[in-house]
């Protein structure tokens, strides 16, 4: 939220963001703090809070982005565990601005599983999309289909693969943010399978909303859609994900809410590469996970339950504090009304944002009243919100849940060498 991003600033900011968040039935929400190349990471998560505190209305806490890999970010980091982080986000896009190069990955993933953190990745190959983006712009196309052109499936699936070799390689947890296609997702579950430690979390406008609005003779509306991964045009797509969290193979739902005004968007009317990046989705997540999980009998209530708050809350090493109703537990509880219908739209949502990815759409299920940490925020379709009456959550580092297995790893997995006696032939001379 608030996010000073690509020229300008995402419009919602910690107030309204999370009042649309808790008229959504969240109770709480993890936004990411994005210091820029060169930034320290301690100032700007001094800066997040800053902007958070005194606007949020639900608790918060915080993943931090490492776009740049020193020993100044290194220390930092180990500094911020100690305040209540304890993941990190990583860019495989965003060549020269936010992106880090394998080297740098594997030094900070290795750093990462030392200091018992999660590390994350937003997951694209950077390179090409720097050079394909280049080629549609010179071919002229300049509208936000070349956003998606520039980007096909294997461009993600490739660098989610990478991603977990170079995690898998220092003994470090995983968590892909923003799952945005089956090829990508299959690349997760394989690897799970093969019993790498790494997290999946599609989000609410690849489970709800349609890439093929990229194509839509309308820029505005196009251009609003403009996110990276991009939404995928394969209709089959949100299903599919859908599938993969009620199979377990993919665990949470996010957002990745990150919304700009037509105006901001139309900074890239004439070249879609200076389109700010980012959609909606902090209000409508549960009511489209609900309607495209529950409603069509792929998740069960329970799941429900699982893949909107306790998995997260145990990823992020907050449960039962978070994720639980349980006395002794924050008392974050929503009452859901699973048959209530309502439409989406721009026209009516909380979010700042001019624009609804979702407009039109009629899904079952809504949050009748929110309540966070005791007290109705939401009931009956009004607000009942007080300015900063959010807490930070502290995010412990050494998650039992994320690191049982890493940990004996640690141990077990430790090369060894071959005792031998030494070679005593001849050895040949290097040419010169
Ligand atoms: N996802 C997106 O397009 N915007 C938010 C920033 C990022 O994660 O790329
Ligand atoms: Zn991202």
């Known amino acids: 939220m608030q996010m000073p991003f690509m020229g300008t600033h995402a419009v919602d900011d910690f107030l309204v963001g999370t009042q649309a968040a808790v008229a959504g039935g969240t109770t709480m929400i993890i936004d990411f703090v994005m210091p820029t190349k060169g930034e320290s990471l301690t100032a700007a998560y001094k800066k997040w809070r800053g902007w958070a505190d005194e606007k949020v209305v639900c608790d918060y806490a915080f993943h931090v982005a490492v776009t740049w890999w020193s020993e100044q970010v290194a220390n930092e980091m180990v500094e911020l565990t100690k305040v209540g982080i304890n993941s990190f986000k990583t860019f495989m896009a965003y060549k020269d601005v936010f992106m880090l190069r394998d080297d740098d990955m594997l030094n900070c993933y290795e750093h990462i599983g030392k200091i018992g953190a999660l590390a994350q990745v937003h997951a694209e190959n950077g390179d090409v999309i720097a050079k394909k983006s280049a080629e549609m712009v010179a071919k002229g196309i300049t509208g936000p289909e070349g956003h998606l052109l520039c980007r096909t499936e294997e461009v993600e699936a490739e660098a989610t693969q990478r991603a977990i070799m170079i995690a898998n390689q220092v003994n470090c947890p995983l968590y892909v943010v923003h ?28 489970l709800g909303a349609d890439g093929n609005c990229h194509f839509n003779k309308c820029w505005r509306h196009a251009a609003h859609h403009v996110m990276g991964p991009p939404i995928r045009p394969d209709p089959s797509t949100p299903g599919y994900l ?33 389109i700010p990046n980012g959609i909606n989705g902090v209000e409508d997540r549960m009511s489209i996970v609900w309607d495209r999980g529950v409603a069509t009998g792929k998740l069960s209530p329970s799941q429900f339950v699982a893949v909107t708050s306790t998995n997260a809350a145990k990823i992020f090493n907050i449960y039962p504090r978070k994720g639980r109703i349980a006395v002794g537990c924050d008392a974050d509880i929503v009452v859901w009304d699973a048959n209530a219908q309502r439409t989406i739209s721009a026209k009516t ?20 009243v929110t309540i966070s940490r005791g007290t109705v925020v939401w ?12 807490r930070f959550v502290e995010t412990p580092p050494n998650c039992e849940h994320v690191y049982n297995r890493i940990r004996t790893r640690d141990v077990v997995r430790q090369p060894k060498k071959v005792e031998r006696e030494p070679y005593t032939g001849p050895v040949a001379v290097l040419e010169k």
């Open 379 to 390: 009931k009956d379709n009004k607000l009942s919100t007080t300015r900063g009456s959010g």
């Open 349 to 368: 949502h909380h979010q700042a944002v001019n624009f609804n990815i979702f407009e039109g759409q009629t899904v079952t299920g809504l949050a009748k």
């Open 242 to 274: 859908m599938d993969l969290l009620a199979s377990g193979d993919l665990q949470t739902t996010g957002t990745d809410n990150c919304t700009f005004n037509t105006d901001q968007k139309a900074l890239g009317k004439d070249d879609f590469r200076a």
């Open 179 to 206: 799952v945005m296609s089956k090829t990508s997702a299959d690349v997760i579950s394989a690897a799970r399978r093969r019993g790498c430690v790494v997290f999946g979390e599609p989000i609410a406008a690849g």
